[in-house]
C-alpha cells in the first residue's frame, strides 16, 4: 500500500499538460499561458510625464526668473517643436516630453500670470518624467511560459495588444456516482435513499479551478449501468469515480475499469480517511476512483485530483501551502496511517492555532464547512497532545 506522499508522486509522475489552445484575452482570464510573451515595444513607448505640469529646460529653472508659456500637449497629443532657452510647455500626464525639455514641474509648483509662469521652490533635474523602456524594454520576456494570467497579466497583454493567447487547454473531467440507493438532488428520497451530493461538490470544486464537469449521472449496481456510464466517462480528458471502489459484492468500478482496459496504478492509500483510493490511466487519461462517504470524496479530490488536474492545465504551483501550527486539541488516531484531520486556523501573535472543526466522521459535512485547513497527522504515533506543532495544509487560496 502506497503512502501519502508516494501515491501523491505517482499521480502526478503520470500526468502531462494538456495541449495550447489560443483564446480571446478575456477568456484568457486565470489560464496558464503556455509560450513564453516577447515585449514587441518598449514600455513607457516614449519618455512622457508622470504630471499635470509644464516641460521645462532644467538650466532655466536655476534662477528666480519667469518663463514664457509657450504650448500645449494634452494626453493624446505631441509635439515636435523644441522647447527654447527661457519657455515652458503645459503638458498633461502620459503626454510625451517635447524636444529640448528635462523635467517636469508640477502645476502646483508654480504660479501662472497671463503667459508668464513663475516655479516656485527647487527643481531636480528629470524630475516627473517616466523614461522610454524604464517598465519593459523592447524584446524582454514579459511573461514565461506557466505563469497564471491574473488581472495584472491580462492588463499587461492589453497594453501590447495581445487579444489572443496561447494557454493550456482546460480538461473535461466526467464524473460519476455510484450505487443503487443513491437518487439526484430535486427529487423526494424514501427511507433507504440518499441525495447524491458528491458529484455536485466535485463539479464545483471544477469549476474553482477552471476545469469543465461533465456529470454522468448515477451507475446502478449492475455490470450494464457501470458499463455504459464508464464507457460515456472515458471519452473526457478525464475520469472520476464516486463509491464502489471497496471490496463489496456490489462494488464494481475496478472490475469495469479492467474490463474496458484501464491500466491500474495503484488501489489503497495508507491514510484516513480516503483509503481505498485507486488510480488508473486510460491510455494517457487519468482515472480516479475516490470511496463515497461524501469527505472523503472531498478530501482524496483536494489531495490526489485537485494537483493532477492543476498539472494538466500548465500550472506549475499545484499544492496549498503548508503551515506549522499549533493543536489545540488532544487527538487519537489510527496508529500507521497519515490522517488528514479537519480543522479551523487562526493566528494568534504570529502563531498560527489549529483546532478541530467538529466530528471527524466521513459522514459528518458540518465539519468540512467549518474548516479552512487539514492538519496532516503523521502515521506514528497514535495519539497527539494538545500543544503540539502539526502542519496544516490551508484549503482555498493560492498554490505552492
Known amino acids: 500500500m502506497l503512502s501519502f506522499q508516494q501515491a501523491r508522486q505517482t499521480i502526478l509522475d503520470h500526468v502531462t499538460p494538456l495541449g495550447v489552445e489560443r483564446v480571446g484575452l478575456l477568456d484568457a482570464s486565470e489560464r496558464i499561458v503556455a509560450e513564453d510573451i516577447i515585449a514587441p515595444w518598449s514600455l513607457p513607448v516614449w519618455d512622457n510625464s508622470a504630471m499635470d505640469g509644464f516641460a521645462v529646460r532644467h538650466d532655466d529653472c536655476s534662477n528666480d526668473g519667469t518663463l514664457t508659456i509657450s504650448g500645449y500637449i494634452p494626453a493624446g497629443g ?149 458499463l455504459q456510464k464508464i464507457k460515456e466517462g472515458l471519452k473526457a480528458d478525464a475520469l472520476i469515480t464516486s463509491a464502489g471502489v471497496s471490496a463489496g459484492d456490489r462494488d464494481l468500478v475496478r472490475d469495469i475499469l479492467e474490463e474496458l482496459d484501464v491500466k491500474s496504478v495503484f488501489w489503497k492509500i495508507d491514510i484516513k480517511p480516503g483509503r481505498p483510493t485507486a488510480f488508473a490511466m486510460y491510455g494517457d487519461k487519468p482515472v480516479f476512483s475516490l470511496p463515497g462517504n461524501p469527505v472523503s470524496t472531498m478530501i482524496t479530490f483536494e489531495e490526489f485530483v485537485k494537483p493532477a488536474l492543476l498539472k494538466m492545465m500548465g500550472h506549475r504551483r499545484v499544492f496549498h501551502p503548508t503551515v506549522r501550527a499549533i493543536l489545540k486539541d488532544d487527538v487519537k488516531k489510527k496508529s500507521g496511517r497519515t490522517q488528514f484531520m479537519r480543522v479551523f486556523v487562526t493566528m494568534q501573535n504570529g502563531q498560527y492555532l489549529a483546532s478541530t472543526s467538529g466530528d471527524q466522521n466521513t459522514g459528518i459535512l458540518k465539519t468540512m464547512i467549518r474548516a479552512n485547513g487539514l492538519a496532516i497527522l503523521p502515521a506514528a504515533p497514535d495519539h497527539i497532545g494538545s500543544g503540539a506543532q502539526v502542519d496544516v495544509q490551508l484549503i482555498g487560496g493560492d498554490y505552492v
Not at 134 to 155: F, K, Q, V
Open 78 to 226: 505631441y509635439s515636435n517643436d523644441p522647447v527654447q532657452p527661457g519657455t515652458a510647455v503645459r503638458i498633461m500626464t502620459g503626454a510625451p516630453i517635447p524636444p529640448g525639455a528635462d523635467t517636469v514641474v508640477p502645476f502646483e509648483e508654480t504660479s501662472e500670470k497671463g503667459d508668464q509662469l513663475t516655479i516656485r521652490g527647487s527643481v531636480t533635474v528629470g524630475d516627473h518624467i517616466r523614461v522610454k523602456g524604464e517598465d519593459i524594454t523592447d524584446g524582454e520576456n514579459i511573461l514565461t511560459a506557466g505563469s497564471l494570467l491574473r488581472p495584472a497579466e491580462i492588463g499587461l497583454l492589453a497594453t501590447f495588444n495581445k487579444v489572443i493567447v496561447p494557454v493550456y487547454r482546460r480538461p473535461r473531467v466526467a464524473i460519476l456516482a455510484t450505487g443503487d440507493e443513491l437518487i439526484e438532488p430535486g427529487t423526494p428520497p424514501n427511507n433507504h435513499q440518499i441525495v447524491n451530493c458528491n458529484s455536485f461538490a466535485v463539479a464545483a470544486a471544477l469549476k474553482e479551478i477552471g476545469a469543465e464537469p461533465i456529470l454522468l449521472g448515477i451507475a446502478r449496481d449492475n455490470r450494464e449501468s457501470h
